[in-house]
């Protein structure tokens, strides 16, 4: 019932659009048409649609002139891109340091924002999203909304303001995204083929192929890396600690349909936590407190 209420919002969305009488609305539309395939082109216009609502309701825009300006933008952008945007991408995802253990196959839209790719990343794996994350695409890094209206130097750009369809990706493209500063949980990922892909359009279609690793331990990275690397001397640490075993996932496996039951719920719970956040139940935790420590992070990062 819920679903079928979704779509047909959507429908009655689809109407109002290609019905609009806004000039500059019907001209995007005739564009955004002539760069889609016929027999794409209603899904296509769906997966545009859906887009449009997720930026109002998230932004929690109500000015329908403001609205309109930004649906605009979007058919602008979405035409200049559209021949890209029927594709998908088929991604290996790997944690730093434990490859072999935890590691992800996926397949997701090629249009969406480096925060999207961000949170479907942060969800494979289990992240509860308490703390910052950063994008970093060849020489630009990507900061996540909670940060955006920090002053920054001017090659961190926003990650949901971002498009991954501009960065023209290929296959074996390196991309990371970096969760938690403190603990530095590092997602490496893969391209590993450009795909076109007719149901692939959004990120309700995403899902993982393959994975292995139930998820991260999250604020216990040192001891989840203690664990793989000397089960014995991790036994004893958490002993000599006062810890019980019971406190960390040592019993928990990956399981693919398990996976992807939760993967998109997951996903939209972190996008809005992160791009609508309540200060009151949402405080990022993260061990650098300002720019001068990030900015190392990532120099030395990269010189390694």
Same mark, same amino acid.
Request: aromatic letters at 12%; one cysteine or more.
């Given at each position: ?7 047909? =919002?959507?429908?009655? =969305?689809? &109407? ?8 500059q ?6 564009? *955004?048409?002539?760069?889609? $395939?016929? &027999? ?32 605009v ?13 029927? /594709? ?14 935890y590691?992800?196959i996926?397949?997701?839209?090629? *249009? ?6 961000? %949170? ?16 970093? %695409? ?9 940060? &955006? ?19 023209? *990706? ?7 995204? *970096? %969760? ?7 997602? /490496? ?8 892909? /007719? ?28 664990? %793989? ?6 036994? &004893? ?6 810890? #019980?075993?019971?406190?960390? $996932? ?14 998109l719920?997951?996903?939209?719970i972190? /996008? ?14 993260? #061990? ?17």
């Amino acid at each position: 019932m819920f679903l079928q209420n979704i779509n047909d =919002c959507i429908q009655r =969305c689809k &109407e109002e659009l290609l019905n609009s009488d806004n000039p500059q609305i019907k001209q995007q539309l005739r564009n *955004l048409k002539k760069s889609i $395939p016929s &027999e794409d082109w209603d899904d296509f216009l769906n997966a545009t649609v859906n887009q449009l609502m997720g930026v109002v309701l998230i932004g929690g825009l109500d000015d329908e002139e403001v609205i309109e300006e930004g649906t605009v933008e979007i058919l602008k952008q979405t035409a200049h891109s559209a021949k890209e945007a029927t /594709k998908s991408l088929t991604i290996r995802v790997e944690l730093e340091d434990l490859e072999d253990e935890y590691y992800r196959i996926m397949e997701v839209p090629y *249009l969406m924002t480096f925060a999207d790719l961000a %949170y479907i990343v942060m969800a494979a794996f289990r992240c509860e999203g308490y703390h910052l994350y950063s994008v970093k %695409y060849k020489n630009q890094t990507f900061m996540c909304p909670a940060t &955006e209206d920090d002053d920054y130097e001017e090659d961190i750009l926003s990650a949901s303001d971002s498009i991954i369809i501009d960065s023209n *990706l290929r296959k074996n493209s390196k991309i990371e995204v *970096l %969760y938690d500063f403190g603990d530095c949980f590092n997602f /490496k990922i893969t391209v590993l083929s450009v795909n076109k892909n /007719k149901n692939i359009y959004l990120m309700d279609n995403a899902h993982i192929l393959e994975g292995k690793g139930y998820g991260i331990w999250e604020d216990d990275h040192e001891f989840m890396n203690l664990y %793989y690397d000397n089960p014995d001397g991790f036994f &004893e640490s958490i002993e000599d600690q006062g810890f #019980e075993e019971d406190m960390f $996932p040592l019993d928990e496996e990956f399981d693919l349909a398990e996976g992807n039951d939760v993967l998109l719920t997951d996903y939209r719970i972190l /996008k809005e936590a992160y791009e609508s956040p309540d200060d009151d139940d949402f405080d990022y935790d993260d #061990e650098f407190d300002d720019h001068e420590d990030f900015y190392s992070f990532i120099d030395n990062d990269e010189e390694e």
